[in-house]
């Protein structure tokens, strides 16, 4: 667990760190492509952390409906 958490702060300060990147572009086309970008990363890393406490839980239950 505690190897989650260092990534979820890890991830958080990607977070901050994009937007104060991002912020001062807004009026710019770049900015709206690196916007999406951005976000396409967060989703990545929330989608990396949640499984490993999610899907186990819920994989294990869903295999004996498979067999």
Do not use: C, M, W, Y
Request: glycine share 2%.
């Amino acid at each position: 667990v505690s190897k989650d958490l260092k990534i979820v702060s890890n991830s958080q300060k990607v977070v901050t760190n994009s937007l104060t990147r991002i912020e001062p572009k807004e009026n710019r086309i770049e900015g709206h492509q690196n916007r999406i970008d951005s976000q396409k990363v967060v989703a990545n890393s929330l989608t990396r952390i949640e499984p490993k406490l999610v899907t186990n839980s819920l994989r294990t239950p869903s295999l004996p409906r498979n067999n």
